[in-house]
Structure formats: structure tokens, C-alpha cells
């Protein structure tokens, strides 16, 4: 089982990306889904979060330019990004942890590469 994701590319500054990342609807229903962010030479960080209730969380450098969202009938999650920067730069994977009983669990997608350039 993978997460499938996409919506990676080469931009401008400032302008806008969406990346999409879809989940069998079984492990979606109960996930928290997250985005990570791999720069070049630096470690997999958090980017933004969204559980089940739709609460959202964003690292301090993206706040206010880019939006995660859920789309619970079609198992999918989203990050909008606008207003890119060169620091965006990098490869985004996505992220489903969840729970099933006593057991937690992580799957990633094959993650996406951004690369923000003029």
C-alpha cells in the first residue's frame, strides 16, 4: 500500500503550486494527513497537517501562503501553495498516520519535487 502523490513542477517565484496526495479510503477515513518538505541538503521536515476533524497545523515558514485541505469523498489531501519562495524548493512527500487499535502506523508517498526558480 502507497500514497499516491502529485502536482510538483518548476515555478516562479511567487507563483502558485497544488500538490494532491490520495490514500486507499480505508486508511483515509482514520489518518492525519501531512505534508513533509526535503531541501536539498537538509532533513525531512513538517510542513502543514490536517486530522480527521479538519484541523490544520502549518510550520512558521509557510503560514499564511500555503493551505492544506482534505477531500474526504475522494480520499485525498491537498496543499495549495502560493506565493512560492527559492526555500520551498524541494521534495514533498506526503504522510497518512493512523491508528488502527493498539497499533500505529506510517505510510508515505513517493513524494514530488518543487523546485521554485526564476
Known amino acids: 500500500v502507497q500514497l499516491q502523490a502529485s502536482g510538483g513542477g518548476l515555478v516562479q517565484p511567487g507563483g502558485s503550486l497544488r500538490l494532491s496526495c490520495s490514500a486507499p479510503?480505508?486508511?483515509?477515513?482514520?489518518?492525519?494527513m501531512d505534508w513533509y518538505r526535503r531541501a536539498p541538503g537538509k532533513t525531512r521536515d513538517l510542513v502543514a497537517s490536517?486530522?480527521?476533524?479538519?484541523?490544520?497545523i502549518y510550520t512558521d515558514s509557510v503560514k499564511g501562503r500555503f493551505t492544506i485541505s482534505r477531500d474526504n469523498a475522494k480520499n485525498t489531501v491537498y496543499l495549495q501553495m502560493d506565493n512560492l519562495k527559492p526555500e520551498d524548493t524541494g521534495v514533498y512527500y506526503c504522510n497518512a498516520n493512523y491508528r488502527r487499535g493498539t497499533n500505529f502506523s506510517n505510510l508515505w508517498g513517493q513524494g514530488t519535487q518543487v523546485t521554485v526558480s526564476s
Open positions: 490536517i486530522n480527521t476533524a479538519g484541523v490544520t
Open positions: 479510503g480505508s486508511i483515509f477515513s482514520i489518518a492525519t
